[in-house]
């Protein structure tokens, strides 16, 4: 299976910042075909990332959208526009969109819908938080939002990322062996919803990748990517965790 590694850029970097991060990240992975590599900027630095990767190995996410095609919601942004932006992936129930957004399951859903209509690719994120995991509820969470999320949606043009919501930002990591026993429990969720499809559902670890952990973290079984947020804002760190060595 091909590797999946992606930068999540959050509310960070302008235009002229977007421009000085491909140029010295795209001569630093141009020979890098083994991993499929996407970039999130935010809405206002999209076209202008695009202009410079495309045809290129690099390919564009947004990190959001709304579920409407088109109509009266300010503020708002739908999947046609970002398709139509170059977009290929859209970042879907990040848990700061669940968190500060106040984004459900069920609403999750609806984007995730509304995404693959548009022929737009999905990075379905989730996780527990560190009062869910204390209280033995991390595998009911995790089945939870994965079903609800799920619901209705083909297999094939997502990926899963596994994201515990007490590893995001903080530096702590995820050991290997929980995130392969995390990983290796989402897998059986994705086999109850879509059979012998689910072995072929790549699903990325996300919370404090950084270069020093990030060959660990990819030689677990069920691993086959990363979603990056930190570590993936300065190009030198992340064409490294994109350069990740298999072999350990
Ligand atoms: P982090 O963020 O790498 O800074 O922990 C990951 C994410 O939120 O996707």
Redesign the pocket.
Known sequence: MKYFIAA?W?MNKTITETREFLRIFMPAVRKIKDVDIVIAPPFTSLSAAYEKIKGSNIVLSAQNIFWEEKGAYTGEISSTMLADAGCRYV?IG???RRQYFHETNETVNKKITSAQKDGLHVIF?VGESLKEREAGKTFDVIKKEIREGLKGVNAGNFVV?Y?PIW?????KTATTGQAQEMHEFIRKILGELYGDKADEIRILY?????PENVDDLMACKDVNGA??????LKPESFSRIVCFKKEI
């Not at 590893?167 to 530096?171: H, K, L, Y």
Request: hydrophobic share 30%.
């Open positions: 999540n959050k970042i990040h848990s700061e994120c990322a994201e590893a995001i930002g903080t530096g996300g919370g404090s990748v950084t979603l990056v947020g930190g570590a993936g």
